[in-house]
């Protein structure tokens, strides 16, 4: 079956612009999350959701981040007024909830951003 | 949050060589998994394992969830392994992963 799929795959911005990252995780996986790796680092947790429930907002960097989600499906990272330090590849992952729990989750290829 | 620490960070091996990768873990696990990021980026998974053993052609992976650790073993490394290990564990079903700064591993010919 499909993965998790991203878009765009690349975006440049210039420095104040607000840019949309789209995240459709695999048919049925009803937790999303999103990360973000900076050039040559691990990565760094920014938001989940989880099925029905409130999002996880705990690792936004600031407030000019923000992510919805519509149902169980896709979801959008919105990053206003960029500056160069959101610079970085952002990550779409998903899971299942299987016997009560959450198993492995997969990610997509990712989103490399750019603010010039 | 679990802190994750992975060692060593930086491996070079000669092609056909075996190699142990190790994942440190501060706390009682839900998820444990290892990735292997290649150079285009993209975060293949290796192994969900918050216990025991498992094994996938050359690559195998043991977590011991009561010493806090994992281990991932490549046999007969090959060109094509090289690239950055991550591992990553979460404390709680459903919440976000804590991955670990990996180890970047270079195969030579």
């Known amino acids: 079956g499909a993965g998790v799929s991203q878009s765009p795959s690349n975006k440049v911005t210039e420095k104040g612009k607000d840019v949309e990252l789209r995240c459709d995780p695999i048919?049925?996986?009803?937790?999303l999350y999103w990360y973000r790796q900076r050039l040559g680092q691990g990565l760094e947790f920014l938001i989940y959701?989880?099925?029905?429930?409130?999002?996880?907002k705990s690792g936004l960097p600031s407030d000019r981040f923000s992510a919805e989600r519509t149902g169980e499906s896709v979801s959008t990272l919105t990053i206003q007024r960029t500056q160069q330090e959101d610079s970085a590849v952002y990550l779409c992952?998903?899971?299942?909830?299987?016997?009560?729990?959450?198993?492995?989750?997969?990610f997509g290829p990712g989103t490399r951003l750019t603010v010039l | 949050g679990i802190q994750v620490e992975q060692s060593p960070p930086d491996l070079i091996l000669q092609e056909g060589a075996n190699s142990t990768l190790r994942c440190n873990f501060s706390d009682s696990v839900n998820n444990l998994q290892w990735f292997h990021q290649n150079p285009w980026g993209q975060l293949i998974n290796l192994f969900y394992?918050?216990?025991g053993t498992k094994q996938n052609g050359r690559l195998s992976a043991t977590t011991v969830a009561t010493e806090r650790y994992s281990l991932l073993y490549i046999s007969s490394s090959q060109t094509t392994d090289s690239g950055v290990y991550f591992c990553a564990a979460d404390s709680n079903s459903g919440y976000a992963l804590n991955f670990g700064k990996g180890t970047s591993l270079l195969v030579t010919p």
């Open positions: 048919s049925g996986h009803t937790a």
């Open positions: 959701f989880q099925g029905n429930s409130a999002p996880d």
């Open positions: 992952a998903s899971s299942r909830r299987s016997g009560g729990v959450y198993n492995e989750q997969f």
């Open positions: 394992i918050p216990s």
